[in-house]
């Protein structure tokens, strides 16, 4: 019967019996039959099976903030007895497009050669994944935290910086004050296309200042953001920790250090649950310790030049 609920957890889930075949590397036929075991057992119809979706019952969902819980109790507890009390299982994570390249997954062989039993799943995206629909253990957010019924660990905040290309600077002038920017372009970044930019951000007195800019290009994810700005197509806001390289390389160049946004917040995000896994704490623990190295380097180095939001 735990296999079954296990496979429960995940159609609810991800509300869909093939995703949830695709995430447990088992056949659709061997999840639909585990389910149908399922309500015949506890006679209760758990899931509505329609052609486009599938959603819980009230039964469904009664039955699923009982089990979650019950079932990370249950590995914990065999985790207990286990050689060395290696993890095992596996681990979903969902991480900024940028920080999974750059930093996260060159490094994940640190903590994997320590639990060598233990998978993880890596999504890389700048869209705002759902953490519970989607059955992520943990997201790493960059930015504001608005997601109501999700605990977030606080890590730090990353400086930002105002860049530009040399080809831009050269073909639009440098800009030096704030009025200059009516000369110029700004490369918009949006999460979703079709949203409003907020234009050109700054700190002034502990307060935001959004400043329209016009601008030639819109973007949803952070790759193509600093690729356009290397294009010359404007002047971008960005993490001063992702841009490091280009900058040691000449391919951007900073701009008005004296007026750049707020840092931004990383944060982990996580499910309330009455019993956090093991293998879900530990790796929150070394990832927290990951960022939170990355981030003192970036205030480090704005610190010395002389980047700061006021």
């Known amino acids: ?12 889930e991800l509300a869909s019996f093939t995703a949830a075949a695709d995430s ?10 585990q389910i149908r075991a399922l309500e015949q057992r506890l006679g209760a119809r758990l899931l509505q099976r329609t052609t486009r979706k599938v959603q ?18 249950i590995e914990e507890l065999e985790g207990l007895f286990r050689e060395g009390k290696a993890l095992k299982g596996r681990l979903r994570i969902d991480l900024p497009v940028a920080l999974a390249r750059n930093l996260v997954v060159p490094r994940l062989g640190e903590f994997l050669n320590q639990h060598p039993d233990l998978e993880i799943e890596v999504s890389a995206t700048d869209r705002r994944v759902d953490l519970v629909r989607e059955g992520f253990d943990c997201v790493l957010r960059i930015g504001e935290v608005m997601d109501a019924g999700l605990v977030a660990r606080r890590i730090g905040r990353y400086p930002l910086v105002n860049c530009a290309s040399p080809a831009y600077l050269s073909q639009y002038g ?25 234009g050109f951000e700054y700190e002034q007195n502990g307060k935001t200042i959004c400043l329209p800019m016009r601008g030639r290009v819109t973007v949803n994810n952070s790759d193509s953001y600093k690729e356009a700005c290397i294009g010359g197509f404007g002047l971008i806001q960005v ?8 900058l040691d390389r000449g391919e951007l160049q900073l701009v008005l250090p004296e007026h750049v946004p707020a840092p ?40 010395r030049l002389q980047i700061q939001a006021s």
Do not use: K, N
């Not at 019967?1 to 159609?11: C, G, I, N, Q, W």
């Not at 490369?187 to 949203?195: D, E, Q, R, S, T």
């Open 56 to 73: 819980p019952t009230q039964d469904g969902t009664l039955l699923y903030e009982r089990c979650r819980d019950m079932l990370d109790q």
């Open 174 to 198: 440098t800009p030096r004050t704030l009025d200059d920017l009516a000369h110029h372009y700004l490369v918009h970044y949006v999460p979703v296309l079709g949203a409003r930019s907020t």
């Open 1 to 12: 019967m735990l296999e079954s609920l296990r496979t429960f957890v995940r159609v609810y």
């Open 24 to 33: 447990l590397g088992l056949p659709r036929s061997t999840v639909s039959e």
């Open 239 to 246: 993490p001063l920790a992702g841009v490091c390289e280009s």
């Open 264 to 303: 931004m917040s990383a944060s982990l995000l996580y499910a309330h649950r009455r019993h956090l896994p093991r293998r879900v704490r530990l790796f929150m623990d070394w990832l927290a310790a990951v960022i939170g190295q990355d981030i003192t380097t970036a205030t480090a180095l704005a610190q």
